[in-house]
């Protein structure tokens, strides 16, 4: 029988078993924040009828939390959902297009997405 050390929570299955760390530190909360925004980025290119192979240049505001996780994880992001730009403001500017607000683990973050040309 196996018992957690510290804060670590264990959990046995026959001969295996694993140890971790449940806590949250600001470095892994930021990059589940980026990992749903891509998630939910690519749901939006789906339901906007872009093609997998399309180019996008994303527009993302939010509060200065969100704007720091877009600025930390831009080259990743973009890669992920194919921008070629990726633009992180207080307020979408009028040429962003139609938004949809996202709630990203408390978040409020406002994404708008075109088709590159």
Known sequence: QRRASGALVVEEDGA???AIDPAITPE?????????LVSRIQRLRKESGLAVSDR????AAGPAELQRVVDTFRPWIAGEVLA???VVCDALPAEAGPAVSLDLDGLTAHIALTRDR
Request: charged fraction near 40%; aromatic fraction near 10%.
């Open 28 to 36: 892994l909360r930021a990059e589940g924040i980026a990992r749903e």
């Open 84 to 86: 070629r730009e990726v």
């Open 56 to 59: 996008i240049r994303l527009f």
């Open 16 to 18: 295996r078993f694993a």
